[in-house]
């Protein structure tokens, strides 16, 4: 217990937290019709937590840092324990998404803090086991969480998804507190408040602008308020982080091609791969007539590709620069939505099939790497930062995909369908139009929406690979697996860790 209890408890709360990322996915039409949520509603109950988990996950680090990691981290775990109950029992979509937020807070707290707990704790070949371990935790977090939210939504009920969390919650703040010693950072430090509001106000500006978009239009007054004042609150962060003694994220190091590079890929990687899934999931069982349970197996055909992929390229890729296996894997999430971006009113859901195969690939491809790309792109003392900007910009991008390709869906719906009518039926209130359009209208209507979200997101992916091909120049990554260069800067106490 002494020796792999630390890693059981932090894996514990990776676990979760990670998956209640994606869970969601499957129970999106279940919630609707059950609280009566509009595709705006929705598209919060998703946005909610990933927002709130890349606003915060900066400065969560940094608090750990001089807080105390085990301190933060259980108050993490508590505080998503707590927002899961309320998720659970929720009576109308603003209570949900609320709680979603709150999810996310509790999330970011304890994201931030796993990496650090475990490199206070183990060190040289246990090290590297334990971090081997934890990542194949996270992504068999990610690749189950369509299936397990299925089984949960059609079995006991879309609220089991989140009272799931309850009991494995209890056991990881009893096992943390039991096995898992006190660590901080570099004494001394501050937390960089500023820079945490600011950077919270504008990743919350713009993912709530492009939402808005969606029911209102790009160009209409108020969303182009909340768009300005994302420009704002971005240009409030800069001028902090550049006069910040301690700040969240050194700007000096976007100076660096290759890191910028990084930074373009990991903030298109999740919101091309995963953004348009939310709506893909809607389609097959709102159109298609599925089960949340089929609709969740439907998308095990990316999990698969993507764990094959990942296990394969661990070995035959070895010593292969992230120029190619970042930049490549974005390709393939690019040419995998391109593919599926042939929906007509006809299709059903094995036309997804080679498209969901690609992105998979492309997600094992890159995922493993970019973490690994933008700490050979800085030095070892800004390695804790750079990983957690990869993390942040990883899950802003997905608050911002599923909130881009939401607005696009509905934007090329409303060519054929009333603006309200497209979102009910983009918000799975298909039962509603019934009698108002016939079913092949319907579904024309939803999948030129989907054609176009998956163009989007392919164009997107794209453009971010090639951007990583031009400007990830770095010299052969070290002989040691992808996890070994965190775990050799680990030991830095990440007193850089976001800042």
Not at 183 to 200: E, H, I, L, P
Not at 389 to 410: D, H, K, P, S, W
Not at 474 to 490: G, I, N, S, Y
Request: contains cysteine.
């Amino acid at each position: 217990m002494r020796t792999w209890g630390p890693l059981t408890a932090v894996c514990l709360g990776t676990f979760m937290l990670l998956l209640d990322v994606t869970i969601a996915i499957v129970a999106l039409p279940d919630m609707a019709r059950a609280l009566g949520a509009s595709l705006s509603d929705l598209q919060w109950v998703m946005d909610g937590y990933a927002l709130a988990l890349a606003a915060l996950l900066l400065g969560m680090g940094a608090a750990a840092d001089v807080l105390g990691r085990r301190r933060v981290h259980v108050v993490g775990v508590v505080l998503f324990a707590g927002a899961s109950l309320l998720c659970g029992l929720a009576t109308g979509p603003q209570m949900l998404v609320a709680a979603r937020g709150l999810q996310g807070v509790g999330a970011a707290a304890m994201f931030a803090t796993t990496l650090p707990l475990l490199g206070s704790v183990y060190q040289g070949r246990q090290r590297s086991t334990a971090l081997g371990v934890w990542g194949a935790v996270s992504g068999a977090a990610a690749a189950i969480g369509p299936l397990a939210g299925g089984l949960l939504t059609d079995g006991p009920g879309w609220r089991w998804i989140f009272f799931v969390n309850l009991p494995v919650s209890v056991a990881a703040v009893w096992l943390t507190l039991r096995v898992v010693p006190e660590s901080r950072g570099t004494r001394g430090r501050r937390v960089d408040w500023a820079g945490t509001a600011t950077f919270a106000a504008f990743a919350g500006a713009v993912t709530y602008g492009a939402v808005r978009a969606g029911s209102h239009g790009w160009t209409e007054g108020g969303t182009l308020v909340w768009f300005a004042a994302a420009v704002v609150a971005l240009a409030g962060f800069l001028v902090v982080e550049q006069r910040g003694a301690d700040p969240l994220l050194d700007l000096r190091l976007f100076t660096k091609p290759a890191f910028s590079g990084v930074m373009a890929g990991a903030l298109a990687f999740n919101g091309a791969a995963f953004g348009v899934l939310a709506y893909t999931s809607i389609w097959l069982q709102t159109m298609l007539g599925m089960s949340a349970v089929r609709g969740g197996v439907q998308f095990l055909w990316m999990s698969l590709a993507s764990f094959v992929v990942a296990a394969a390229g661990g070995r035959l890729l070895h010593g292969v620069s992230a120029r190619f296996t970042v930049g490549g894997g974005l390709l393939l999430i690019g040419a995998g939505q391109f593919c599926m971006a042939g929906l007509d009113a006809n299709s059903g859901a094995n036309a997804l099939i080679p498209g969901l195969v690609l992105v998979g690939a492309g997600t094992g491809l890159a995922s493993p790497g970019i973490a690994g790309a933008a700490l050979a792109a800085v030095g070892p003392e800004r390695a804790g930062m750079a990983g957690g900007a990869v993390n942040t910009f990883r899950q802003l991008g997905y608050a911002i995909g599923i909130a881009l390709c939401g607005t696009v869906l509905t934007s090329r719906m409303q060519d054929t369908l009333p603006h309200d009518a497209a979102h009910a039926l983009a918000g799975g209130g298909a039962e509603a139009l019934g009698g108002t359009f016939s079913e092949q209208t319907l579904r024309a209507a939803f999948t030129a929406g989907l054609d176009r979200a998956a163009l989007v997101a392919g164009a997107v992916a794209v453009v971010a690979g090639v951007l990583v091909l031009a400007l990830v120049r770095t010299p052969r990554p070290a002989r040691a697996p992808v996890t070994d260069p965190a775990a050799a800067t680990l030991t830095q106490e990440r007193a850089a860790q976001h800042g």
